[in-house]
């Protein structure tokens, strides 16, 4: 398995894992540099060696191979997702009644941070001058919650599960109230947050919240409640080269055994 | 315009303040004495305003001493 590279070849794709850092990460192979190579670049050239693998693909993840392309690449794939890539989210917090403990500015802060499903392909930014938001840059939300005390209690109850009713607030709570025509654009599309059970306030009895939301589309940017990634990583695809026939114990240890970096050539430890 | 409502003008809503120990809403009218009608505190704070507050869901700006 082990196929000794030249030392050219090994210069010009690989980056190096020395012991106390990462050796040859800069782009080398430019056109002229390296006399024998074409390093032309090429769009038939490009497609023959690139490839996209996706690796793994769920709701909430998505973790894909790309192989062929700079480290730059990736990383400005990285930086866009995180920055550039439009959302929508809450920008606008109208409160109208707020007796609980949580301080108006911070629960406007805590729900700007609620992702919101809504697709922000539909919608356009908003006007900066604008104050009232029209039905294609604006998405209202409404979150009307009173705690009361639970008259069927046991009678030596502590717990506030029993106590009292509508005691903590989460996304879920959150309503959406379409404005104009957005009740049949978005008949079946189902806005409002993508979770239910973010915990955005405790209330006790007597306590309520009566607040309008007013949602806009936004990059990351501006403000980070507008990224859509929880975060966006990449990394190198690590090369790892078996020096020599593994047999017996040693090889099922080293099946156990996700992260095994057999160095390479003469950077040994 | 002024027609359209009561003679009396709309302020006669009964001013409700909220004792400061057991928290129950006391109705107090002018010239009342201040006192609790459940534990006779005698401290009252007012409910908080109708009025609509806009916040921004953004992080207040940090102000530098």
Request: proline share 6%; charged share 25%.
């Amino acid at each position: 398995m082990a196929a000794p590279m030249s030392n050219v070849d090994e210069i010009r794709d690989r980056v190096i894992l020395g012991e106390f850092g990462v050796k040859n990460v800069h782009t080398t192979d430019y056109p002229g540099n390296y006399p024998g190579y074409d390093d032309t670049w090429d769009l038939e050239k490009f497609k023959k060696n690139f490839r996209i693998d996706i690796v793994h693909s769920d709701e909430n993840m998505l973790e894909f191979d790309m192989i062929g392309i700079d480290a730059a690449i990736a990383n400005a794939f990285r930086r866009i997702l995180l920055a550039e890539v439009p959302t929508m989210a809450i920008e606008k917090a109208f409160i109208y009644n707020n007796t609980s403990i949580i301080q108006d500015e911070i629960l406007a802060h805590r729900l700007g941070l609620v992702p919101i499903k809504a697709d922000p392909r539909l919608f356009e930014y908003r006007n900066p001058e604008d104050q009232e938001g029209t039905e294609i840059d604006t998405i209202q939300l409404q979150l009307k919650v009173k705690c009361t005390r639970n008259p069927r209690a046991p009678k030596d109850s502590s717990d506030p599960k029993e106590l009292y009713l509508n005691h903590m607030v989460y996304s879920g709570d959150i309503k959406w109230l379409p404005i104009g025509n957005q009740a049949d654009v978005f008949a079946d599309a189902k806005i409002g947050p993508v979770h239910g059970d973010i915990l955005l306030a405790q209330l006790r009895p007597g306590q309520e919240l009566d607040i309008v939301m007013h949602c806009v589309k936004g990059i990351g940017k501006d403000h980070a409640k507008f990224s859509p990634v929880a975060t966006a990583s990449y990394r190198l695809l690590p090369e790892i080269t078996l020096l020599q026939t593994i047999e017996g114990e040693q090889a099922e240890i080293l099946v156990t055994f996700d992260y095994l970096i057999l160095i390479w050539g003469h950077e040994h430890v | 315009m002024d027609s359209q409502k009561d003679i009396q003008p709309v302020k006669q809503q009964p001013m409700i303040y909220i004792c400061g120990e057991c928290h129950t809403e006391n109705e107090i009218k002018a010239r009342d004495p201040i006192r609790c009608r459940e534990c006779g505190y005698r401290i009252m704070y007012k409910k908080r305003t109708k009025r609509c507050i806009l916040s921004p869901s953004r992080c207040v700006k940090n102000r530098s001493v």
